[in-house]
């Protein structure tokens, strides 16, 4: 490609990392932060040290006690049967290799994928792999970040680098500006109802366009982080002024000398005006309303006063009814989607002054340790736990089933996580996904329920 080709953001993530090319579309790409958790990352560290393989570089490795963690105050380590084994093993691993965790009792541990941009361990323009789908969060940091594999993550944790297929690229370009009580989550999932679970597969889906120029950065988290329910391999934002505000004085960021070194590069990460992509996408935000899952895949959704399209046995949804007013048993705000300081404070603007309905258990857990004592210092906490929420440490927790409280089979629960796949929140128990303003107004409710 001649050098005043015109190139997209994508490409020029992609082009700067590439160590060798290896044929047709395919290229041996440098890995500038690997992220770790307890329930893969151990895997890979184990399988690494029976081949008597070295970390390459410890230093750009982190791991994070995350998915199985019990978030119950006053925890000490796992309440999923076999739990104890991942978190000594990890700990282990990392020690010989050492890796930096962030454990039980550290102040900036966290889901992976809301610790990792607090803290400023992802950057703009920095490669990031995890070996968990939600990865692609980071894109909204103008970074090139996906979900690997444990046999993946141990090759890069070898190498510092992973053998890669170019993918194809799409914008989708968002028109307007969100309404009232409308929120990043949904927007993805408008749309993931829109273009389809497969609607991004395989590619890297660049959002542009005033909508995400005007959120906020962590919003632009949230949307990013459902790039991966669209099938795609990573979710991208152009890095700018409002990310460069956010990321300044983070704790592990650049400073100084090299903090102003960075920002000259950064700001070169944009799509070039004249460059192609393989698909192109426009959408209107003013017409996205509050959005409210019915089915057993994201891209189920429907605005949260229409009526399910279509029977879903295991929901026990019938097609024409409504959504609106379908009693629930319980209600969760938390995860990598949503359990940033911004997503609480939503959820607490809805609750303050109210009361969950009668029969329905409520949680709310924060992303972050950071986050959770920044929402305690604004007195959120008791905005929650006056409202009848249980308040805990943070961890992925209900996001899937192996890391939150148990619920019984049938039971009904509206949930700020991003999957509602069969089982993910246990066996038999049915998830409709939503924002966390809309999960605050059904907890109170005691039914779905639409937040303006």
């Not at 099938?231 to 002024?241: E, K, N, R």
């Not at 400073?255 to 192109?280: K, N």
């Not at 509602?420 to 907890?443: C, D, K, M, Y």
């Amino acid at each position: 490609m001649a050098a005043d080709t015109p190139r997209t953001l994508f490409a020029k993530l992609w082009d700067a990392h590439v160590v060798a090319p290896l044929g047709e579309r395919e290229d041996l790409i440098a890995i500038d932060r690997i992220f770790l958790h307890e329930r893969m990352g151990s895997v890979a560290l184990q399988s690494l040290a029976e081949a008597r393989r070295a970390v390459v570089d410890p230093d750009r490795v982190f791991a994070m006690i995350d998915h199985i963690v019990d978030t119950t105050p006053g925890r000490t380590g796992t309440l999923v049967p076999g739990g104890e084994a991942f978190l000594t093993a990890t700990r282990e691993a990392c020690a010989a290799a050492g890796i930096r965790v962030f454990d039980i009792g550290d102040g900036e541990q966290g889901i992976v994928h809301v610790a990792g941009p607090e803290l400023g361990l992802a950057l703009p323009g920095a490669t990031i792999v995890c070996p968990d789908s939600h990865t692609c969060t980071q894109g909204a940091l103008g970074a090139l970040a996906w979900g690997i594999g444990a046999s993946e993550a141990e090759h890069a944790l070898a190498t510092g680098t992973l053998r890669m297929t170019r993918a194809g690229t799409m914008r989708i370009t968002i028109d307007g500006r969100l309404g009232h009580g409308v929120t990043a989550k949904d927007l993805a999932l408008a749309l993931l109802a829109r273009f389809g679970a497969d609607g991004g597969q395989g590619m890297a889906v660049e959002y542009a366009g005033e909508a995400v120029r005007a959120m906020e950065v962590e919003a632009r988290l949230t949307l990013c982080n459902m790039a991966t329910e669209f099938g795609a391999m990573t979710g991208l934002i152009a890095p700018d002024a409002v990310l460069f505000a956010w990321l300044r004085g983070r704790p592990h960021a650049p400073a100084g000398a090299a903090w102003e070194a960075a920002l000259a590069t950064w700001r070169e990460l944009a799509t070039d005006d004249g460059a192609t992509f393989d698909i192109e996408h426009c959408f209107d935000a003013r017409d996205v309303a509050p959005m409210i899952g019915w089915g057993t895949s994201p891209a189920q959704s429907v605005a949260v006063g229409d009526r399910a399209p279509a029977d879903n046995a295991y929901m026990a949804v019938e097609g024409g009814a409504p959504l609106l007013g379908l009693p629930i048993d319980a209600a969760f705000i938390g995860s990598c989607t949503n359990g940033r300081l911004s997503d609480l404070r939503a959820a607490a603007d809805v609750l303050r002054g109210r009361q969950v309905a009668p029969g329905v258990r409520a949680w709310v857990v924060p992303g972050s340790t950071s986050v959770r004592a920044a929402a305690e210092a604004e007195g959120l906490d008791r905005v929650f736990t006056d409202a009848g929420f249980e308040w805990r440490e943070s961890g992925c927790s209900m996001c899937f089933h192996a890391g939150g409280p148990g619920l019984p089979p049938g039971s009904r629960v509206v949930s700020s996580t991003n999957r509602n796949f069969e089982g993910r929140q246990g066996v038999g128990v049915r998830t409709h996904i939503a924002s966390p303003a809309t999960v605050a107004a059904s907890a109170v409710a005691g039914v779905l329920a639409d937040p303006r």
